[in-house]
């Protein structure tokens, strides 16, 4: 069957090739050159450009009217810029006729050079006058330090404008300044960032742990007490994680926490097969054992590991800050026995973690599903869970979001992470 041209339609055009920004362009320096400009019989507060240079001067009517009135404008390369320490452009204004101890206005066009730097270099330049041996002998110290001129940045037109005055009855009426950048302009500060007033630090002795505090202010309540909110900082969080260990890090970061008077205590158990000669005799298996009764606690940015005093429900951090930590059950919130904690801090605020079931709480009333849990076995005499025989000896809690890894109604040899009991506040 003969056959014949298709008319194709046209390519529709792509969206993501008209979000892709234009590309920068090339940046170029000016080198060591010189140029003068004639004032004279020249429009008053007019800018003259000197040559081929990106520098122009403007004088008032009492200089252009001056006969043979004129500036020599000199710019320096880079190899100059970089022995005076200055990441920009430096350049000279000096008379060149009668132009001595008037007023000038200086502008430098910086187009060729506005993407030189990161950090919205361009919108940052200003104007820094040095001294004048910055001109012959740059490198040496007394000749890089400069002084800030005022100076006017139109990003716009990528210009930046200051006023300036040669020095009369002296020596040299020349000027030298530097093109350099600022730490803020019109895209913002880029300056170091010091550590806010309003943070707390500290360094944690002996056991190395650096904590950082951020309070941040939240609106007045209508009745009650407000929420206390923060950014806390721990270098303990993130110590001995390996790769075999479930490292997420929280919502800003590792070692961070948002704490909204939230927090968490975290039972951690150990493989069974590292946990041999209870029930389980010799053998070896793929489920957690109790191995010993532990707790660690993040709580409002420091993480701790607690320690139970005898055989009571009564817990104290490791580096004991005076917080009362009690082990409660009985609460409905999937565990076998209903374990949930009660942390009273030193001003009196308690934290409940994984009641689950708020005081008051009724049926039809949501729940805070702040417990997680995974199946363990108890395979020594006195450990919680613990049975004759080894297959018995476990306990089977739920496993919940969001870490819902694989569990049933068996155990799922330990296929869900340890026990989580996420904060809930009061005051």
């Excluded at 005499?381 to 306990?395: H, M, P, R």
Aim: hydrophobic letters at 30%; a positive charge; charged letters at 15%.
């Amino acid at each position: 069957m003969p056959g014949g041209p298709v008319q194709a339609r046209p390519v529709p055009p792509n969206e993501v090739d008209k979000a892709v920004g234009k590309p920068v362009a090339e940046t170029r320096w000016p080198g060591s050159a010189s140029a003068e400009i004639a004032l004279a019989g020249k429009p008053a507060v007019s800018f003259q450009k000197a040559g081929n240079l990106p520098v122009s001067v403007s004088a008032p009517a009492a200089l252009t009217s001056k006969a043979g009135s004129k500036v020599k404008v000199s710019t320096f390369d880079q190899a100059h810029s970089a022995k005076a320490g200055v990441t920009g452009l430096v350049f000279s204004v000096n008379d060149a006729g009668g132009a001595a101890g008037s007023p000038l206005s200086v502008r430098v066009d910086y187009r060729e050079f506005a993407n030189a730097y990161g950090g919205d270099y361009g919108s940052r330049l200003t104007l820094v006058r040095l001294p004048d041996c910055a001109a012959t002998t740059p490198e040496r110290t007394e000749c890089r330090t400069g002084t800030p001129v005022h100076s006017t940045n139109n990003v716009k037109e990528r210009a930046v404008t200051a006023d300036v005055a040669l020095p009369e009855g002296q020596k040299s009426s020349s000027a030298v300044f530097a093109v350099a950048a600022a730490p803020s302009g019109a895209g913002g500060s880029f300056g170091a960032t010091n550590l806010s007033p309003a943070g707390q630090w500290s360094a944690g002795g002996s056991s190395g742990d650096f904590t950082y505090s951020i309070p941040l202010r939240v609106p007045p309540p209508t009745a009650g007490i407000a929420p206390k909110i923060g950014l806390g900082y721990s270098s303990g969080t993130i110590d001995g994680r390996t790769s075999s260990s479930n490292n997420q890090a929280g919502l800003p970061g590792d070692g961070w926490e948002l704490s909204a008077g939230g927090g968490f205590i975290e039972r951690r158990y150990q493989a069974c097969a590292d946990d041999l000669g209870g029930n389980n005799g010799q053998r070896k298996t793929g489920d957690l054992c109790w191995k010993t009764d532990n707790a660690i606690m993040s709580l409002n940015g420091v993480s701790a590991e607690l320690v139970r005093v005898g055989t009571s429900n009564i817990w104290r951090p490791k580096q004991d800050d005076g917080s009362k930590v009690e082990l409660l059950t009985g609460a409905t919130n999937g565990d076998n026995n209903g374990e949930h904690w009660k942390i009273t801090s030193t001003n009196g605020t308690q934290y409940f973690l994984g009641l689950n079931r708020l005081p008051g709480w009724a049926a039809g009333k949501p729940e805070t599903n702040s417990a997680y849990t995974v199946p363990v076995f108890g395979n020594h005499a006195g450990e919680d869970c613990n049975q004759v025989a080894f297959a018995s000896s476990w306990c089977r809690p739920t496993c919940s979001p969001p870490h819902r890894r694989g569990c049933g109604s068996t155990p799922p040899n330990g296929a869900c992470p340890p026990r989580r009991s996420p904060a809930t506040r009061t005051s």
